[in-house]
């Protein structure tokens, strides 16, 4: 089992910065052996997207609407994961989710929510103008 918990959102202007955090955990999520962990989106009557997501490696991979702008972190000890989000535009009003994949896989081309089981409750962004 993986448990993820998300935290960071909130309300920002539109060109804001915002980051958000994700605590991994869970007796499955052994930060040596491979792993893929994914931040999500899901706006309003959207479907969830994939955002960012990042290998125990280090090898990221980004969405082109937010290359540039958006960064996906991890801290050394591998048990949180982060998304720096900079200059926010309004289609960026969603609710936020941090995501894992099977212990033990790499990410390979694995971007879409049915290759991530594990999932925090989420988090909230609201980008205003």
């Known amino acids: 089992q993986v448990q993820l918990m998300e935290s960071g959102g909130g309300s920002v202007q539109s060109g804001g910065s915002l980051k958000l955090s994700c605590k991994i955990s869970?007796?499955?999520?052994?930060?040596?052996?491979?792993?893929?962990v994914a931040w999500f989106r899901q706006g309003p009557g959207k479907e969830r997207e994939a955002v960012a997501r990042?290998?125990?490696?280090?090898?990221?991979r980004y969405i082109d609407s937010v290359k540039g702008r958006f960064t996906i972190s991890q801290d050394d000890a591998k048990t949180s994961l982060y998304l720096q989000m900079n200059d926010l535009k309004n289609d960026g009003t969603a609710m936020y989710f941090c995501?894992?994949?099977?212990?033990?896989?790499?990410?390979?081309?694995?971007?879409?929510?049915?290759?991530?089981?594990?999932w925090g409750q989420g988090t909230q962004v609201t980008i205003s103008s």
């Open positions: 995501a894992s994949g099977q212990p033990g896989l790499w990410c390979r081309d694995r971007f879409s929510a049915i290759n991530f089981p594990y």
């Open positions: 869970g007796s499955s999520y052994k930060p040596y052996n491979p792993y893929c």
């Open positions: 990042i290998d125990r490696d280090g090898y990221t």
